[in-house]
């Protein structure tokens, strides 16, 4: 690859982010990589990298395999098996059984991620894709934010 | 939101580095979000990414509602729980049993963040507070990089 | 510390990616902090940031002690035991039963890194190495993205 911009061949900086609302509707996944890339092709912004960020703590970002549904239906099982929403002791249950067990998913799983971008595009990989996963077992409007930086 | 530099009004690149020293009094989570607010702050940046990263292997990050003290709670003994220190097969003890469980524990949880910037603030959602995770039990002081890029 | 680019001191934009071929032997870490820093060296980025990004779902990353490999050793088996290649409820197996383990061990660890980056150097702890985690059980050929930002 070796790509870039180096040299003589430097740039201003643009900063450029924008909002991504995700409506879930309970726990699962929603994929969010065509609209990241839509907001990505916005920028204008060719060089740099793209910043994901969830303004949450019981929902969280996983990148994860698009292709085959049974891979992400075995995923949430896995969350739901490693945190249980029936364990005895937790104290944090203000908002129901689902409450703890969405913070913990969450610490388990990613808040930001940074993903380069060269030639405008996103350098995923090609079985990549960038998911949203809610954790509350209720509807919920959530907000990204999405940030490209670079030139 | 849609807000940043773009277009005609683009900025020359600023990076500012601050490191926090962060003395724990041994395992569990200290909020440091004012810490890295009050760095932004000083950087004059208003535009870009803060980049948080911890410097050690055996303590971690995790961005965390910082509302309700019991959510903290139930994550320390959930993580006490999921990586117990009394498992007999770790290898790697020469410094005590919470020697490798702070390593596993690290690496379920993260490193670095990266937290929007905008109009010289975070984007951190309502309820995220952003969290050393000291996972040794003795008081360490521990070295946090604060990275503020942008414009 | 306190070091960067401020004020009247301000840069151009520089961004350089490269990318980093790693053959793994199936499952285990390789460690590629020499090769990112060979990278940052070429780019002469002096103030920034470091990004790593693994173009896969079934690897992942981790910055994990570098000293003492045993600590690795104890990693690996963590991982192994915590997410079993026997699950008997996994319904994503066409690629055999290290398939789906795979994609929930890269969940729980990271696909994305950043590091700052002073003076030419990454600000990585004393003990701090950055690893490829190969979950396959066969031999991959694997691509890691290096973004040097900054400068």
Redesign the interface.
């Known amino acids: ?6 040299g003589s061949d ?10 991504i609302e995700v409506q879930t509707r309970g726990k699962g996944t929603v994929e969010i990589t065509g609209r990241v890339r839509d907001i990505l092709k916005a ?2 912004i060719t ?3 793209v ?1 994901v ?6 929902c969280s970002l ?4 698009n292709a ?1 549904p ?2 992400r ?3 949430h ?2 969350f739901d098996r ?2 249980p929403e029936d364990t005895p ?4 249950t ?1 908002e129901g059984p689902d409450d ?1 067990p969405s ?2 998913r969450m ?10 971008v ?1 030639s405008s595009r996103m ?3 090609t ?2 894709g960038i998911f949203l996963f809610e954790h509350r077992r209720a509807a919920h409007l959530r ?1 990204i ?1 999405v ?1 490209v ?3």
């Open positions: 690859m070796a790509s870039g911009i180096t430097v740039k201003s900086l643009q900063v450029q982010h924008d909002t920028s204008g060089e740099g990298v910043t960020f969830v303004r949450h703590t019981s996983v990148i994860m395999e085959d049974s891979a239906r075995d995923l099982e896995f490693l945190v002791w937790f104290q944090h203000s703890m913070h913990l610490a388990l799983t990613r808040t930001s991620e940074s993903i380069p060269s350098l995923l990989g079985w990549q907000e934010v940030t930086m670079g030139g």
